[in-house]
């Protein structure tokens, strides 16, 4: 992918394309990695949580009670860190095709969880951090 500069004319207010610029409708290879900033989705301590990719790929949330995790309504990839706390309730699931790993209500636990959603089918990979 050939870089190119962004120039904006200030006399006709024009800005030049960038070649560089990601399009969501054009195949295109990233050559260096990213940061990110992590979605903080609170505490959830009752209903269902379900997660909405628009908020960020990569999420925290905090167990504060016992709640429902559903498989976002969007195809997508994205990690949620989950830490108990005092009040940690069981957090159960629904609507994931598949299900690996399981959750604690010890407080101060924490897991990564991997849910992917593809064509209608969705995994929840749960991961203990202790």
Known sequence: MA?????????????????????SDQADTLTVGYDVTTF???????GTFTPAPASGNIQRAV?????????PATDCAMII???NNASAGVITTSGY????????????DDFMVYITRINGFSLLSIKELQ
Do not use: H, R, W, Y
Request: charged content about 10%.
């Open 40 to 46: 903080n989705a609170g505490t959830q301590s009752s």
């Open 97 to 108: 095709t598949l299900v690996e790993g399981s959750f604690t209500t010890t407080n101060a």
């Open 3 to 23: 870089l190119t500069k962004v120039v904006f004319d200030m006399a006709s207010g024009v800005e030049a394309a960038d070649a560089a610029i990601l399009k």
């Open 63 to 71: 167990n504060g009670g016992a709640f429902t995790l559903a498989p």
């Open 81 to 83: 860190q989950i830490t």
